[in-house]
T-cell receptor, first 112, second 117 residues
Framework: DTGVSQDPRHKITKRGQNVTFRCDPI?????LYWYRQTLGQGPEFLTY????????KSRLLSDRFSAERPKGSFSTLEIQRTEQGDSAMYLC??????????FGPGTRLTVL | AQTVTQSQPEMSVQEAETVTLSCTYD???????LFWYKQPPSRQMILVIR??????QNATENRFSVNFQKAAKSFSLKISDSQLGDAAMYFC??????????????FGTGTLLAVQP
């Protein structure tokens, strides 16, 4: 296992389009997190899964955002009707319980 | 709500010298974790060092050590014998330990460290 992977690494889209990102956590990691990192800022928490259950969502996660983790394995983050303010790096992390969170390389989204 | 502040947007150090990155935080909790993460250019974030608040002893990992001052809510990172590979963005982060918390990380804005040969 080579760590957390994310796909795609880069996404350019036009305003108003829908985009979907995928995160594959480290095998047997039961917790999965999504963070958003804008230029010059640290990552900000978006949402969290324990197995397949989404247990917390940040107020940053507007109703245009939805995340799933079917069967407690990979996760997807979808943004509908993208806006220029959605341009950011979207980071995924996974952990075993309360242990160290391992981060993926991120998906950089650019909304034109 | 907890907050993390990094007041040094950029730092520079000569190779083989020592540099200290600052971090302060605010919380009403008595127990928590603090972390330093390293994010190299175009590469993923990795954990450098962590500190449990209930431990008085400062954490060390090879050339990396922290100065944890709980009363002052200060958590600085010292990098000794700096190497070119230490050049990166460094983030200070906080995590709650209390039951029911998601153990989400709360990050500061980061310090960009340059290492001069």
């Amino acid at each position: 296992d080579t760590g957390v992977s994310q796909d795609p690494r880069h996404k350019i889209t036009k305003r108003g389009q829908n985009v979907t990102f995928r995160c594959d956590p480290i095998s047997e990691h039961n917790r999965l997190y999504w963070y958003r990192q804008t230029l010059g800022q640290g990552p900000e928490f978006l949402t969290y899964f324990q197995n397949e259950a989404q247990l917390e969502k940040s107020r940053l996660l507007s109703d245009r955002f939805s995340a799933e983790r079917p069967k407690g394995s990979f996760s997807t983050l979808e943004i509908q009707r993208t806006e220029q303010g959605d341009s950011a790096m979207y980071l995924c992390a996974s952990s075993v319980g309360n242990n160290e969170q391992f981060f993926g390389p991120g998906t950089r989204l650019t909304v034109l | 709500a907890q907050t993390v502040t990094q007041s040094q947007p950029e730092m520079s150090v000569q190779e083989a010298e020592t540099v200290t990155l600052s971090c302060t935080y605010d919380t009403s909790e008595s127990d928590y974790y603090l972390f330093w993460y390293k994010q190299p250019p175009s590469r993923q974030m990795i954990l450098v060092i962590r500190q449990e608040a209930y431990k008085q002893q400062n954490a060390t990992e090879n050339r990396f050590s922290v100065n944890f001052q709980k009363a002052a809510k200060s958590f600085s990172l010292k990098i000794s014998d700096s190497q070119l590979g230490d050049a990166a963005m460094y983030f200070c982060a906080y995590r709650s330990v209390y039951g029911g918390a998601t153990n989400k990380l709360i990050f500061g804005t980061g310090t960009l460290l340059a290492v001069q040969p």
